[in-house]
Each structure stands twice: as C-alpha cells, then as structure tokens.
C-alpha cells in the first residue's frame, strides 16, 4: 500500500500500518519528513522550529503506543505559559485546575457558572451537535464577557484555527484534551523528533521516497488502483493520502470519480486560516533570560476572532527556544505566530509582498523588545514566512495551517465508500488538527486501511 | 478457543497496549472502560490486535460488543473457533 504524504499522519499512518504487517511506500514531496512539523537551519548556527510550540499531554501517550519509548520520553512540559493583553496578564499552568482558579479569583466568575460550563463541556461528543456556535455557548455561559471568551478561546485559535463562528462542538472536544493539564513539547527539536521517526520506519521496512510528487492517485470502477509519479504508475491495493483534504478528491483523484452529492459537499468545506511566522535567531554566543516560553500577547482591547487573522494583527504568540530545546546546543531563537488569511497575502505584486513582510517582522521586533528589552541588538538572523511560504512547503491549499473547518470531518471520513481502498487522514474537522489530532487521525485510518487489505486477501483466499 | 483463552486472548492484548495495568482484578461483567484507563483509540488498538493476531475482523459498528470481558466472550467465541492463544506477541 502506499502513504501519499509524511505529516504527521501519514508518518503514523504508516508505522501502524508496518506494525500490522503490511508492505508500506511512504512518499513525500518534500526532501524532509514531517510536513508541517518541520524545521529549517540559517547560516550562523540557526535552527527554526516551525511547529513547536506546544502539544497536549496526549501525544505522550500516542508516542509511546505507535512509536517508541525513546520517543515519548523526549516528551516534557513547557515551564511557562503568559497571557498578556489589554484583559488581562498572568501565567498558567495550562491545566483545568488552574483555568478554574483564575476564572474565580482573577475575573470573578461565581464557581457554579464554571462547573456548569465544564460539565457540558463534559458532556458534548460527536453525535450530540445542536448546530450552536462556539460564540453562542460562551455568552450563555458567561454573558458579556469579553475577557472570559478571550482566555477560553485564544490559545485554541492559535492551536486549530478555531472562530467564535465554529461549532461549539468542535470546540468542546478540543478544550477537554488541550487545556486539561498543561502544555508539552519535544526536547531536542522538531528534528530530532523526525529523524526518530524515520529510523523507526526504516527499522519497520517502510520504503521512504522524498522529493517523490504524486500527480494523480489512479480509480478503476471505483476501486484504487495505484499512484502516478514522475509519469510512472506505482499499483497498489490502498492508497492513505495524506494530502489536504480538498486536494486529494479534487486535484488527486479528480470530481469525476465521486457521486456529485460527495464532490459538492467537498467543494463546500471551508479551509481552516493559514498563519505568518517571525523567526528571530539569536547571535552565537549571546543569551537572554528566561522569560516564558509560550506568550499569548495582544494589544487588541476586546478579543475578535477576526482580528486575529487580520494582516496587520496584533495579537500573536511568541515562542522563545532557550538551549533546553536543544540540549547540548547553547542557542537562543524566538518564533511569533500570528493566524492569517491567504486571500490578504496571496495577491500582492513582489514589491508589496516584501513590504509586508517587512512591516511584520519590523512590529514583531517592535513587540519582543518590549518583553525582552535589549534583544533587538543580539538578533543576528530574521525572517518571515507568510501563507504563500505554506502554500509552497506543503501544498496545502491557501496554505491552509490547520486544514478544514468541522465539516471536513465526514467526507474525510467516508472517503473509503467513495472509492475503495482510498483513505485520507489528515488535519480535517478542527478535532483532527496539531501534532496530536494528525497522529491520532493517522492511527485510526491505518486501522481502516488494513481492515480494508485483510478483507482483498479473504476475498482471493 | 474457549471462554477462558478468550479473556486470556483478550487480557494479553490490553497489556500490551496498557503495560502499566493490573489486570489480575478485572471484573467480567463491568465495563473495561470504568475499571482501567482505556480510551476510544486503545479499544482501536484492541480491534487492530484481533485482525493481525486472529485474523478476526471487528466492524466499526460492533466496537461496542466489546465493552466488558463477558461481551468479548459473547462476541469472539464464533470467530475464535478453531484458532490457537498467542500470548506474549
Ligand atoms: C505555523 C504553524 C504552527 C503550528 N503550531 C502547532 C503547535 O504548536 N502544536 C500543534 O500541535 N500543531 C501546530 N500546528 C499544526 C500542525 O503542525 C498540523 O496540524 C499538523 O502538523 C498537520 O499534519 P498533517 O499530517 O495533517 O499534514 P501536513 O503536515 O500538512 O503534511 C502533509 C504532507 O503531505 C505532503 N504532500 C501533499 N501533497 C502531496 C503529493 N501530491 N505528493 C507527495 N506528498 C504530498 C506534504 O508535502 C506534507 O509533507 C501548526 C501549524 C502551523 C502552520
């Protein structure tokens, strides 16, 4: 069978799939693995972490079932969360514990209100959708509260993509795995953590092809039949694709292969934003304190959803890399994230786009120098990536960051009774999304994937 | 395969997906849910156990035949006819 893309789940996808026994083809465009969980090194010494800025305790756990111990163990928790705005500004924990003691003592909200918000929160799954939006669940919940919204939401917005206009649903689904009981990252670096992974699909027998593009993934009477790439046709009996959603049903495989009730609700799904990055390298040699590592800033007086992917924002994240990133290696790096749209960068002429750009990095330097005084002048490498940098790294359309809107979910899902033996996984729905969700989609796919090849061997025995 | 190769079968999955439970105590007619630490994607792991160490195939709409020991027993007895323990894997 073949893996049609090396993010996170079709990394995982694939070692399921080799540990079930199956004879797995991972290809991947890209010279690295990964995705958008990746990295990139600049002259001087810089390493960059795309991706790394934070995952639920979950992916421990995901780890160490389908990976290895040596890989979970590299798992550890981030020392500081800050929120800092117009708001409000404390640091957290990031655990349900602490969510519940600061909305008492810092914004006052009576404890009944917030055990009644948790318990159905609690209670919200899959089958229980009443349409309301994330929005509308907060302000019956908490009327008018501004602030409240903007701690309940602001770090989900920046992990899935998530807007007061989604379902709450899929909000309720999030919250409970993400902001229970803290934040985690992989010590050593996205890098690391992809080598890892590599070896353990080779040791597995995992066929890996990088800079491999798949141009088509070929139907016969409804059936998959195999890959095209580079003008040759690879047969196989399933295919796990990997790629964006919408890409694999309408640039893949193609709208003629597809009942026109299926085709329609794909081209309806909305893509999730894109994002703008800041990379900020610290010279060698040069260090700063430790400050946090995860800062939800903004200088936004009321939090808006809108606002936030707004091209001139001024709400983002910063992510500072001290050397416990990467033991062993004494350097500093600082990366902002801010959510974008693709439809406000994807036009401009090349003039206009480098002056963006510049705007951007020269705001963010602006905002770091205010949390870290004196930094400008020990930054020796800055540079910016935009949707278009997404668009082009992982050809997910619009550099879509975090993949589609809830109603991905299903077609992402059924893909399999469309055409037989194709499967995708992949960030859909907003539950599948981060490090997490995409490992975790990649698991139950590759359970469907082989389900699927051990009924071809029953069928022929 | 009888009952207790069964629970056997099934108990010898569970550990390798759950290293750190006991599962000496486990209560048949309980659900496994409330008794240790399992969540939807174990019980994934479970069903994907089954289809390699048994080759039995569990449709997804039958993960909740699964939920207790006596249901698995109930459930697998037809598919486990004939097929031999393996432990230990
Ligand atoms: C700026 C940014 C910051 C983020 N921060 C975090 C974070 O801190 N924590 C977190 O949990 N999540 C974060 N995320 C989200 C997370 O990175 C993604 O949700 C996750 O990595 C997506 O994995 P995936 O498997 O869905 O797909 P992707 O990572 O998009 O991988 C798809 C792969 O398929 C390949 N591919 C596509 N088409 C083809 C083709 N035709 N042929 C061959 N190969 C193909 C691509 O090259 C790519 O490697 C962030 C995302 C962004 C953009």
């Given at each position: 069978m073949v893996v049609v893309g090396s993010g996170l789940a079709g990394l995982t996808g694939a070692v399921v799939l080799a540990r079930a026994g199956r004879k797995v083809l991972l290809v991947e465009?890209?010279?690295?693995?990964?995705g958008l969980a990746t990295w990139f090194k600049r002259r001087g010494g810089h390493v960059f972490d795309v991706s790394l800025h934070g995952f639920p305790a979950g992916m421990k756990k995901t780890c160490r079932k389908y990976w290895s111990k040596e890989i979970a163990d590299s798992i550890v928790r981030l020392d500081g969360i800050r929120f800092d705005n117009p708001q409000f500004r404390f640091d957290t924990e990031f655990t349900r514990e602490d969510f519940v003691a600061k909305l008492q003592s810092?914004?006052?909200?009576e404890p009944a209100a917030i055990e009644r918000f948790f318990a159905e929160l609690a209670r919200m799954?899959?089958?229980?959708?009443?349409?309301?939006?994330v929005g509308e669940l907060f302000e019956r919940h908490f009327p008018g509260r501004n602030d409240v919204h903007r701690l309940l939401l602001e770090p989900i917005s920046y992990a899935?993509?998530?807007?007061?206009?989604?379902?709450a649903i899929a909000y309720g689904i999030v919250f409970g795995n993400f902001m229970a009981s803290g934040v985690y990252t992989f010590s050593g670096g996205t890098d690391k953590l992809v080598k890892s992974m590599k070896a353990e699909l080779e040791r597995l027998g995992v066929h890996i092809r990088n800079r491999?593009?798949?141009d088509r993934i070929l139907v016969e009477r409804g059936r998959v039949r195999g890959v095209e790439a580079h003008g040759r046709v690879i047969a196989c009996g399933a295919v796990l694709s990997n790629a964006n959603l919408k890409a694999t049903v309408?640039?893949?495989?193609?709208?003629?292969?597809?009942?026109s009730e299926y085709a329609e609700s794909v081209a309806k799904v909305r893509l999730n934003n894109s994002s703008c990055q800041v990379y900020m390298g610290l010279r060698e040699g040069e260090s700063i304190p430790f400050?946090?590592?995860l800062l939800f800033t903004s200088t936004a007086s009321r939090f808006d959803s809108l606002e936030l992917c707004e091209?001139?924002?001024?709400s983002r994240t910063f992510s500072f890399y001290y050397p416990k990133t990467r033991p062993g290696l004494e350097r500093y790096a600082i990366v902002a994230s801010t959510n974008a749209h693709w439809s406000d960068w994807n036009l401009l002429s090349p003039a206009e786009y480098e002056s963006r750009k510049a705007l951007l990095v020269e705001r963010t330097l602006e905002s770091v120098e205010h949390y870290v005084p004196g930094v400008r002048g020990k930054i020796e490498h800055v540079e910016a990536a935009t949707p278009r940098t997404f668009e082009f790294y992982v050809q997910s359309p619009e550099g879509t960051?975090?993949?589609?809107?809830?109603?991905?979910l299903k077609p992402s899902m059924t893909l399999h009774e469309q055409v037989r033996g194709l499967f995708h996984a992949g960030?859909?729905?907003?539950?599948?999304?981060?490090w997490l969700g995409a490992a975790n989609y990649g698991v139950i796919a590759a359970n469907k994937v082989d389900a699927w090849l051990h009924s071809l061997v029953e069928v022929e025995a | 395969m009888n009952r207790e190769e069964i629970i056997l079968a099934i108990k010898d999955i569970i550990q390798t997906i759950a290293?750190?439970?006991?599962?000496?105590?486990?209560?048949?007619?309980?659900?496994l849910r409330d008794q240790i630490e399992l969540d939807s994607m174990d019980f994934l792991d479970i069903v994907m156990e089954l289809r390699k160490r048994y080759g039995v195939q569990v449709p997804e709409e039958d993960y909740?035949?699964?939920?207790?020991l006596d249901g698995c027993v109930a459930y697998l007895a037809p598919h486990m006819q004939g097929k031999t323990l393996k432990v230990g894997v």
């Open positions: 465009q890209h010279y690295n693995l990964g810092v914004f006052g909200v799954d899959f089958y229980s959708d009443s349409g309301e939006t899935n993509g998530s807007h007061l206009s989604d379902p491999v593009q798949v309408e640039r893949l495989v193609g709208r003629e292969h597809f009942t400050v946090t590592d091209m001139d924002t001024s960051s975090f993949g589609t809107k809830f109603e991905g960030s859909v729905g907003i539950i599948m999304s981060g | 290293p750190d439970e006991d599962l000496s105590e486990l209560k048949t007619d309980v659900r909740k035949e699964l939920a207790t």
